[in-house]
Structures are given as structure tokens and as C-alpha cells.
């Protein structure tokens, strides 16, 4: 089965920063690859899906790119609200696994 | 208004069965996969099992396979989990999630607000 890493695990950063997550595929993927937001105690959200493709009603600081194995969640401008879970996910075959999440948090 | 209400979670002893049930209103329910996740405490997401939208291909995790089965009923909006040889490690938040498509390759694009499944004795 198909692994999925993100890193780092936890970032602590400041307004205003550009923050970069990363999820690697333990083999090709393709696009298909999601990203969810799970704020504290609410249910997951989703962010972005075709590894690049915004949700809508998603603000436009948040972005998704990579193709393959390699794939990056960004957050241009980082938010008081934006402090959650982030998790990426493959759904090109089963099993549809879900990266182990990074924690962000504003310094 | 996509809407998912998850129900039949609770306490149970280890080796005991449940069956959770997700009513979903706000679309043509039979158009779309659909999935159930969880989420122990403290931890991150894992997909447990999905299942097409005609309800003809379903799929499981490793962790769950021979032990739960997703169905569904397509004439009633609802989907279900049968959870058989409950063990400690399946405690968690049980999610019922909608999938962008017919089939399970889409992103997960609603959530249910979760119901709670507890093993122990």
C-alpha cells in the first residue's frame, strides 16, 4: 500500500508568514491528492483537491501544488484562523490513506 | 443544504458488535460514494471503508477488513457500518463523509459531525 508522509509535524510561525507543508507519496499518485484543515474540536474541512484545486469559499491564500510523489500545501499570509490540523490525503485507489497531519500554530 | 447525521455510536465490550447509520439529505444521495473515517482520541484521521455510490464496489482498511462492512441504502438516503469483533483500538470518532463522485477516486467534500464509539469492558 501506498504511504503517505507529511512534514513537518508541527510548525509554529507568525501572522502574516508563509508557511509550506509537505506530503510525500511512497509511489506515484498522479493528482490525486487532497488536503483538509481540522480546526480544534470541529470537523475536518475540505481544502483543496487535484492536488491544486481550491475548494470553493476557500480563501485564496491557501494553495496546493505537485504532481507525482511530491505535493505542497501553502498558506501565503498565515491567519489567527487558520491555527489547525492539516492532512493530506491520496484517493486515487484503495486504501484512501490520510497523511499523520501537521499541527500549526502561530507563534 | 448537504446535511450527514451520523447515529448508533456508544459504549461496548470488547468482542461486541454495533452498527452505525449516517442519514444524508441535500443531494441525490445515490450519486455518490461515500466513506466512513475515524478519529481516535488525541489522533489523526484514518479512512476505514468506502463504498460506490450504486453501492456495487466497496472497499476497506486494513485494520477493519473481515471485521466491518459498509452498505448502503440508496431508497432510504443512508449509510451504514456493521462493526463486528470490536477491539480496544477501534475507540474513536466514527465520520461519515460524502465524496465528490460517483466513485471513491474524489476528494471528500462533506462531513458528518461524528458519533463515538468506545470499546471497553
Known amino acids: 500500500d501506498i504511504q503517505m508522509t507529511q512534514s513537518p509535524s508541527s510548525l509554529s510561525a507568525f501572522v502574516g508568514d508563509r508557511v509550506t507543508i509537505t506530503c510525500r507519496a511512497s509511489?506515484?499518485?498522479?493528482?490525486?491528492l487532497a488536503w483538509y484543515q481540522q480546526k480544534p474540536g470541529k470537523v475536518p474541512k475540505l481544502l483543496i483537491y487535484?492536488?491544486?484545486t481550491l475548494q470553493s469559499g476557500v480563501p485564496s491564500r491557501f494553495s496546493g501544488s505537485g504532481s507525482g510523489t511530491d505535493f505542497t500545501l501553502t498558506i501565503s499570509s498565515l491567519q489567527p484562523e487558520d491555527v489547525a490540523t492539516y492532512y493530506c490525503?491520496?484517493?486515487?485507489?484503495?486504501?484512501?490513506?490520510f497523511g499523520g497531519g501537521t499541527k500549526v500554530e502561530i507563534k | 443544504e448537504v446535511q450527514l447525521l451520523e447515529s448508533g455510536g456508544g459504549l461496548v465490550q470488547p468482542g461486541g458488535s454495533l452498527r452505525l447509520s449516517c442519514a444524508a439529505s441535500?443531494?441525490?444521495?445515490?450519486?455518490?460514494?461515500m466513506n466512513w473515517v475515524r478519529q481516535a482520541p488525541g489522533k489523526g484521521l484514518e479512512w476505514v471503508s468506502a463504498?460506490?455510490?450504486?453501492?456495487?464496489?466497496?472497499y476497506y482498511a486494513d485494520s477493519v477488513k473481515g471485521r466491518f462492512t459498509i452498505s448502503r441504502d440508496n431508497s432510504k438516503n443512508t449509510l451504514f457500518l456493521q462493526m463486528n469483533s470490536l477491539r480496544a483500538e477501534d475507540t474513536a470518532v466514527y465520520y461519515c463523509?460524502?465524496?465528490?463522485?460517483?466513485?471513491?477516486?474524489?476528494?471528500?467534500?462533506?462531513w458528518g459531525q461524528g458519533t463515538l464509539v468506545t470499546v471497553s469492558s
Open positions: 463523509a460524502k465524496v465528490r463522485s460517483a466513485s471513491i477516486v474524489g476528494a471528500t467534500n462533506y
Open positions: 441535500g443531494f441525490i444521495f445515490s450519486s455518490y460514494a
Open positions: 463504498i460506490s455510490g450504486s453501492g456495487d464496489s466497496t
Open positions: 509511489q506515484g499518485i498522479s493528482n490525486y
Open positions: 487535484a492536488a491544486s
Open positions: 490525503q491520496k484517493y486515487n485507489s484503495a486504501p484512501l490513506t
